[in-house]
Every structure is written in C-alpha cells, then in structure tokens.
C-alpha cells in the first residue's frame, strides 16, 4: 500500500504488510477523493478508501528476515573471473578493412614477378619463372639468347673459312656461305653509288663526277670512268687539295689482305720534275704505311692497275684509308688524277 508521508506530496512507502495485491481492489468504487489531508480519504458517501496504518519509518530492524539484499561480490572483474564470451577482448572495436576471403599476406613479401613457366632473356642470360613466381638465371648463352633459349652455333657478324668458302654468320647464329674466298671491306670502292660519295668522308670540294664517256672540256673529265657510271677526280684545279677517307674493319681471321685500284694521269707539265701528287695511305694506330704515290710525271690517260699486298699484322684492327692529291699554282698546267675502282679485300680463306 502506498501512502503519503506527512501530507499529499512526500516520498512513499512500502511494506510487506501493506502491499496491496492484484485482484483486491475489493468492490466497485465511485465518487470522488477526498481533500488527501494526509489521514487517508474516503469517497463520497463516507466509504473509507484506506485503513489505518503504522507511518512510522521502515528501518533494517522492521524488515521481514527475507528482505534483507544477500552480500555481493563487488571485487574488480578480472580474465579469471570474467564471463568468457567466446570471443577475446581488444579493448577497440575492429577498424580493419572487410573480410575479402583472401588470406592474409605479410607486408615484407613482395608481390610475384612473372607466372612460371614463363621463359624470357636479359642479354645473353636465359630465365624461367619458378613456382614462386620468381626470374631464375641460367648461365649465359655463348652466341645468341631467343624466347629464353640459347640459341645458334656463332656470333652474328663473325667470319669462318670452310674449304676455301668464307662464311659470314647471319644474325640467326647460324654460318652462310658466301661463295668466294675474299671479302670485300670498303663501302662503295668503285664510288658508282651516287655523287654524294656515300661511305667516304670528303672535308673539301666535290670528288666523284659521272663520267660515262671521255670528255676534255672544262668541268668534265677527260676520260670515261673505268667502271661505269662514276669516278673520282682528284686534282685538275691550280693550288687544290682534295681528300677523301674511308674507316675499315679488318677480319680477326683475315689471313690476305689487298689493296688495289686503277689510275689514269692528265697533266699540262712537262719534265720529270714533280710538282702536283697523289698518295694513297694508310692509317693504322700510330703507324702509315703508304700504299701508292702518283705525281704529274705519271702521265697516262690509259686505266693502269695498281694492287698492294699489306701485312697479316692489320687483321683484327681498324684502319683508315687516306686518298689525297695537291697541286701548284700553275693555272696553265693542271694534272688531273683520276682514281676508280678501288678495292681493300681480306682474303679470310686460303
């Protein structure tokens, strides 16, 4: 039962005595409450609505023995007593990317670099991919590495000689036969490419001329090219000094080497003194060794053959042909010296 302590409004207090229960709320009332004076009302019509009861304050002592709250074990939870939830406690709720179903990788093993077996070459090292998706190295090829295979039986560029054939290795790794046993090693020897005098190095005028047939007028030479179209016309001016270079690669294995070419002489000077040159040189480290020299009193306008054996020494070294002619001042005694097909060969084959 609930009533209010000392008035309408004060705190409210239970007993078990007093209690009242569901279901006794006795018969049905009417009316009104009275004023709550604090002595218990009654409705209209003099029903009185609460007996008399003891408001004295309930203390431990008043309590029924069951009343009293068993003792609690307040101590500080801790992982032996606590409740075990099936899941451990991190103390911070999961903040971590969501679950993608792959397994987890540590951060220090890097990613694979290929997907075996796959096969590929660095230089001339073959590789194949291992099942960890690692470059495994062989050792490295002795000629060519293709598609991570060593591949080829000599070095693309390379010469042989099998039974008096030279043979060049092409860029498969693999020996062709050339069908003679010399090798010619100067770029356009006989200057019939074209007048831009492809393959020589030219620091002065204009060298090479068409001259397909004999001339003699000014600005034409005065013979036909030995080897048609072209030729190459040193000289015929007062006071010139042409040039032209060519850089060569000698053969490791050239066991003969040959220089040659064909001259043809026209000059204005008499006597046998020497007033206007030609020289052919060559260049081979620090060393020169001359290879023909031709003057004004060489005179001819008949193609002459000029062939120079040089030394086994040059093989495997690169050399520089020099071609130079240089006149006087004598404008009415010109030379002209007309050079055409020129050849440096290696006969790489006995």
């Excluded at 080829?152 to 046993?181: E, F, H, K, M």
């Excluded at 009193?297 to 071609?323: F, I």
Aim: net charge negative.
């Amino acid at each position: 039962m609930v009533v209010a302590a000392g008035g309408g409004c004060g705190p409210r207090v239970e007993s078990a005595g007093n209690r009242a229960t569901k279901g006794d709320a006795g018969p049905a009332l009417r009316g009104h409450l009275g004023d709550g004076d604090g002595g218990g009302g009654e409705l209209d019509g003099g029903v009185d609505l609460l007996p008399a009861i003891d408001a004295s304050p309930v203390t431990d002592a008043t309590l029924p023995v069951d009343s009293h709250p068993l003792p609690v074990d307040v101590a500080p939870a801790t992982d032996a007593n606590r409740a075990d939830s099936g899941k451990p406690d991190t103390g911070t709720p999961d903040t971590g990317p969501p679950d993608t179903g792959r397994p987890d990788v540590p951060p220090d093993v890097p990613p694979p670099q290929c997907t075996a077996p796959a096969k590929r070459c660095v230089g001339l090292v073959p590789q194949t991919c291992d099942a960890g998706g690692a470059w495994q190295s062989a050792p490295a090829c002795p000629f060519l590495c293709t598609a991570g295979t060593c591949v080829g039986v000599c070095l693309p560029g390379s010469n042989q000689c099998a039974g008096g054939d030279l043979q060049i290795c092409d860029a498969g790794g693999a020996w062709r036969s050339t069908g003679t046993s010399a090798r010619e090693l100067l770029v356009n020897p006989a200057f019939d490419v074209d007048l831009n005098e492809t393959g020589w190095t030219n620091p002065s005028a204009q060298i090479v001329y068409a001259a397909p047939t004999a001339g003699g007028s000014t600005g034409h030479p005065d013979v036909a090219a030995q080897s048609l179209p072209n030729l190459a016309w040193f000289g015929g001016l007062d006071s010139a000094d042409d040039r032209l270079s060519q850089s060569i690669d000698v053969p490791a294995g050239a066991s003969k080497l040959t220089f040659s070419f064909f001259y043809a002489v026209v000059t204005g000077k008499t006597g046998t003194t020497e007033t206007d040159t030609f020289d052919a040189s060559l260049l081979a480290g620090a060393q020169v060794i001359s290879l023909a020299h031709l003057s004004n009193v060489n005179a001819t306008d008949t193609w002459t053959p000029v062939s120079v054996s040089l030394p086994a020494t040059l093989a495997g070294q690169t050399v520089t042909l020099q071609l130079r002619a240089v006149t006087n001042t004598n404008v009415n005694r010109i030379t002209s010296f007309y050079i055409d097909t020129m050849s440096f060969s290696a006969g790489a084959c006995p």
